[in-house]
């Protein structure tokens, strides 16, 4: 019987360790209704917990120099995969899950549904920190690069660019649900020394792109050269620690 709600991550390499997977499945879990289909491809399946579905890494042809890039999440568009059908989620592990995902499921059933980028607002570029697409639909996306990946990465910065270029008539999530920790919630300088980070009750995702992580955030620790410090700078996001654990 297939699972009426699947969700989708990508774990490799040693930048983050398998707790930020099970957090994010326990975060879903907690927010997701019903049946509940999470899958991990990943390199490196120990210290998963027992409710993620642990599958190797789909296949993709990538030049070295990209193999450990966010281009390896183009995999995820090849069909079929996983034996997986229907609309599903692709979440990125520095995410937080702030509140209930149903309705990002309900939202433009069908669509590819995605993040509009915090950093080119107006330009239709997508965030693929978290996404929606229809399992199967837009298989060309993969076809296309395992034809010619050469091509794609030379007209394209950036994996998200390329889907947004190619997927003309995407979605984007209301801009409430899906927030940056760094862009939206951090405040601007001198203030982000005054005040902490605090959280809108309509969040559904927080997203912790670059740095700081989780962990950081809460701990009110951003990681940087000594010359950024005096601006990139949090205090403790304490309410990191109840949604991610």
């Not at 030379?154 to 994996?159: M, P, Q, V």
């Not at 801009?175 to 919630?185: A, N, R, V």
């Not at 410090?229 to 309410?239: D, F, L, S, V």
Request: charged share 25%; with cysteine; net charge negative.
């Amino acid at each position: 019987m297939m699972a009426s709600k699947t969700i989708i991550c990508m774990k490799w390499g040693t930048r983050y360790g398998p707790e930020f997977v099970n957090r994010l499945y326990r975060a879903v879990r907690r927010n997701v209704s019903g049946d509940l289909r999470f899958i991990c491809f990943t390199d490196d399946v120990s210290g998963l917990d027992e409710g993620v579905d642990a599958q190797e890494l789909p296949p993709i042809t990538l030049p070295e120099e990209f193999a450990w890039t966010p281009w390896r999440k183009l995999s995820i568009w090849q069909y079929p995969l996983a034996g997986m059908e229907g609309d599903a989620i692709f979440l990125d592990l520095d995410l937080v899950i702030t509140g209930s995902l149903d309705e990002m499921f309900e939202f433009a059933p069908g669509e590819y549904c995605v993040i509009e980028n915090w950093t080119q607002k107006g330009q239709g570029i997508g965030n693929t920190s978290a996404f929606k697409f229809p399992v199967g639909k837009f298989k060309e996306i993969f076809d296309r690069f395992e034809a010619d990946p050469d091509a794609v990465l030379r007209d394209n910065r950036i994996e998200q660019q390329y889907i947004s270029r190619y997927i003309t008539g995407q979605k984007f999530w209301p801009s409430e649900w899906c927030i940056s920790f760094k862009h939206d919630l951090v405040p601007k300088f001198p203030m982000n020394w005054l005040r902490a980070p605090e959280l809108p009750q309509e969040a559904r995702i927080v997203a912790f792109t670059g740095k700081p992580d989780p962990d950081e955030a809460v701990a009110g620790r951003w990681p940087c050269p000594w010359y950024k410090a005096w601006y990139k700078h949090t205090k403790p996001a304490t309410w990191v620690a109840e949604h991610w654990r």
